[in-house]
């Protein structure tokens, strides 16, 4: 009985998250088709439940339910960071499924169970559990990507998603598979104590590595593995574009992290070259193919791309320093991720969401509080100091210098260099042309608040870094 209550009280978030979003599918039966934003309301309301459980079990450090599931401080971050990125990705839906007539209370719910699998991945600490958060999140996100059931893109753009996503995940379970084999276990901190007790690595070792290095690598949007990026995030509802490139995203280097820096690290050896080739390559292909989108959301398809590069160098540095990037990073490119969407979804031509990056000629003329907000937004994310992108960047870039990859920093700075050009060029349409088109504003509180929450957040991480770094490092796993 004792057991049974430390298990429930342990995962109590989710199951307030869970049997919410149960709840609510029932309670939508009930609610006529103008009353759907009600469960908006409910599920944010349902969210701060869930943080605030969060909060209580922060300073924990339990593994529960026969060792896969941890309750420490890496999972109540992550879960933290979740919240923030469902909570502010429901705000602008709502206005945004009226309009696009995809007002449905199953949208918002969906993004709950999307919610409860990324927190069973946070504090996953067996392969199997793993695997089942990752799944529970990925379906309901498939189903997400192709909710505008009219739209030729949005269905396209589901079916990818769903055929490369099923094939990633088939890799992924092969290289689980492998790993058990190999190892006797799914638990990590047993298959690291098997690992630190080989003198020699197995080859089937290195293929099990392989093949999980490409199933996260996908989750992640990791060349390699990134075809599937630019297509679905043109196609999904703009809200859901943002939620994909800031949740599930940090969902998947979350156990990229544990499974990699925990389970793996006594061969952290083997496969840190791999890791930073396909970081080069990631960085690279993101940044040169921006340069020549037209679409703003294929355009930050590949700018996620290249992030996610940047990210994956902590993987390279290792270490406590390497884990606090990456975590860092993953807060920073919430915020300022959100905030450029928000403002795309903010900003309409006539009757038509601007998505062409020509729609956004001469708006500091026509708007300059939009303007601002999107040259905030856009300067962060290419790395322009003072801002919060700057310091994700360096920080990553001094723990690989203090482990002596020297060059891999200085690719990495070639590569923003790159990258900031495509961002600075949408700035240069804002303010030094004339205006192309007349845009109203799809403003509500709820889009401003995003909006102000998201420049906060990146400008303030930019002056005042020393906080949420000391976060970030007491939250380190190990």
Partial sequence: MKFDIINILASMPEIVVISAACLLLMVDLFLRKGQKRIIAYLSLIVILIAAGETLRLSDGNIQVFYRMFAVDGFSAFFKM????????CILISINYAK??????GEYYILMLFALSGMMLMASAVDLISIYVGLELMAISVYALTGFMKRSVRSNEAAMKYVILGAVSSGILIYGISLVYGLTGTTQLKDIAGVLRGQANIDTGLILAIIFLVAGFGFKVAAVPFHMWAPDVYEGAPTPITAFMSVG????????????????????????????????????????????????????????????????????????????????????????????????????????????????????AKTNKGMALLMLIFLFSLAGIPPLAGFIGKFYIFMALIHKGFISLAVIAVLMSAVSAYFYIRIVMLMYMKEPAHNFNLAQTPATRLVLAIAAFGTIVIGILPSWFIDIVQRAVFG
């Fill in 81 to 88: 960071l979740f919240y923030l990125s469902t909570a502010l």
């Fill in 99 to 104: 309009i696009e007539d995809i007002e449905h």
């Fill in 248 to 363: 599930p995203k940090a969902a998947a280097f979350a156990v990229f992290l544990r499974v990699f820096m925990d389970a793996l690290a006594p061969v952290a050896a083997d496969w840190t070259a791999i890791i930073a080739v396909i970081s080069v390559l990631t960085m690279a292909i993101g940044s040169f193919v921006a340069l020549v989108q037209t679409n703003i959301k294929r355009m930050l398809a590949y700018s996620s791309i290249a992030h996610a590069g940047y990210g994956l160098l902590g993987f390279v540095a290792g270490g406590r320093d390497g884990i606090a990037g990456v975590m860092l990073y993953m807060l920073i490119y919430t915020f300022m991720n959100i905030g450029i969407f928000g403002a795309i979804i903010t900003m309409r031509k006539g009757n038509v969401l601007g998505e062409d990056i020509s729609d956004y000629t001469g708006l």
